[in-house]
């Protein structure tokens, strides 16, 4: 079975943790957007993981890693990524497997990804990981990908031409020095010889895998609304963060994909900038941050907190296709006396049962809520469905009417084990 799995807020909604519980059952586990603005965090034990490039489910001994062509990679964080595990004594030489059409990060997207944000009015609030700016080149089609990294030849010549256009930008619009040509040419081609071994034709192989029908893990990473069309644009990631972008990113063709899961907080969070029409005031906000450690995986960002938004997650369930939904960090709510959930908008006497494109309305629509009563602080984490409190249990019952999907998975905890399987 082909799985893709999503995050259906603005990303951390707790996919890290999902993919490593999913990824035993699997054969393959590959990344097909976006880059290492991610953070997906696994614990295990009492050792915690966060991976930014690397599928989460390199964990499990065994299983086929792939980085699909719709990722960018930067090379630096890669290395780092994969010397760190081989420090702890996981091996991944035979089980990484890198496309060669995948857009590589350059030192110069770095820069430009912070310099563009200074000069912004309006800012996104970008990780400034060269993210946007990487993927801008690839649209414009003067992109270096991993595969010209081992020709000498191609990556002189597409990095001269970089290089002539960027370094003019830098200097006349940014008032930056620019970047030096021999630096990063011999530098990046030293990357082409230590990646070498990694690439390979990975839509052939997870197309190959699929025919000989073995199960496949396509993992998400942002979420459906810093997807670069259906998101809060501008405020989004440059990537196609839906269950679409699985394909485009991997080659694999929309009728192999079997199942397509949800990943949402049993709140909501972002980071960055952008409309957020449930957030909590302040000290509220505070409070759940500090309970829920609402802290950017990547970046160190504190997280913006809210309510539960229905009228997302709607439509996250319609543009990805999801039929199962995992629910995170549902303990976070514990103690709470009224818990809020959004199933409609008002903005200027209009109610809005439907999310809304318009950047005016997503920024000033007052939230419809429906309040529920709350639940209180477990002592002993429940491990079933039935031993959760029946305030718990209806608040779950009212999400998942909601949004007409099934709900197969709960979180109530960081670790594995605390999490409560419902198929
Ligand atoms: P960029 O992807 O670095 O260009 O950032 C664009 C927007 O997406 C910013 O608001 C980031 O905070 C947000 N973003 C990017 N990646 C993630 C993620 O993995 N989790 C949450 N927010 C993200």
Redesign the pocket.
């Known amino acids: 079975m082909n799985i893709v799995l999503v995050g259906t807020q603005?990303?951390?909604e707790g996919k890290g943790k999902v993919i490593d519980i999913l990824s035993q059952n699997v054969d393959y586990i590959v990344r097909y957007q976006?880059g290492n603005?991610?953070?997906h965090t696994v614990v295990t034990g009492n050792k915690e993981y966060i991976f930014h490039l690397l599928p989460s489910g390199i964990l499990h001994k065994g299983k086929i890693c792939c980085i699909g062509n719709g990722v960018v990679i930067d090379p630096v964080v890669l290395l780092k990524e994969i010397n760190d595990l081989a420090k702890s004594g996981i091996a991944i030489d035979s089980r990484l497997k890198i496309s060669p059409l995948a857009h590589v990060i350059m030192p110069y997207h770095k820069n430009l990804?912070l310099l563009r944000e200074s000069k912004r009015a309006n800012k996104?609030?970008?990780?400034?990981?060269g993210?946007?700016p990487c993927y801008s080149d690839k649209i414009n089609r003067c992109g270096i990908r991993m595969l010209d990294l081992l020709n000498a030849a191609v990556l002189r010549d597409k990095l001269k031409d970089n290089l002539n256009e960027k370094n003019e930008i830098f200097r006349k619009v940014y008032d930056h020095p620019g970047f030096n040509f021999n630096a990063i040419y011999k530098e990046y081609l030293g990357y082409g010889r230590r990646f070498r071994k990694y690439l390979a034709n990975t839509t052939l192989i997870l197309n190959e895998a699929t025919r000989k029908g073995k199960d496949v893990l396509f993992e998400g990473?942002?979420?459906t609304f810093?997807d670069i069309d259906f998101g809060t644009y501008p405020?989004?990631?440059?990537s196609s963060a839906t269950s679409g972008g699985a394909c485009i990113g991997t080659g694999v063709a929309p009728v192999s994909i079997d199942k397509v899961i949800g990943v949402a907080k049993a709140y909501t969070t972002?980071?960055?900038?952008?409309p957020f029409p449930t957030e909590f005031v302040s000290d509220f906000a505070e409070f759940i941050r500090q309970k829920g450690k609402e802290f950017?995986?990547?970046?160190g960002?504190p997280r913006r907190c809210g309510w539960f938004d229905g009228v997302m997650s709607k439509q996250a369930v319609l543009i990805n296709g999801i039929t199962e939904l995992a629910i995170m960090k549902m303990d976070v709510l514990d103690g709470l006396k009224v818990i809020k959930l959004c199933n409609a908008y008002k903005y200027k006497g209009k109610i809005f049962k439907e999310f809304p494109y318009d950047l005016q309305v997503q920024k000033n629509a007052v939230p419809v809520y429906k309040e529920v009563p709350g639940w209180p602080e477990t002592r002993v984490k429940p491990r079933t469905f039935k031993q959760l409190h029946p305030n718990a249990k209806d608040y779950l019952k009212l999400l998942s009417d909601m949004l007409g999907t099934k709900i197969s998975m709960i979180s109530v905890g960081s670790a594995r084990e605390d999490t409560i399987s419902m198929v």
């Open positions: 603005w990303g951390d976006g603005n991610a953070g990804d996104i609030g970008t990780t400034g990981r993210i946007g990473a942002q979420g810093l405020f989004v990631t440059s972002r980071v960055g900038e952008g950017g995986a990547t970046t960002r």
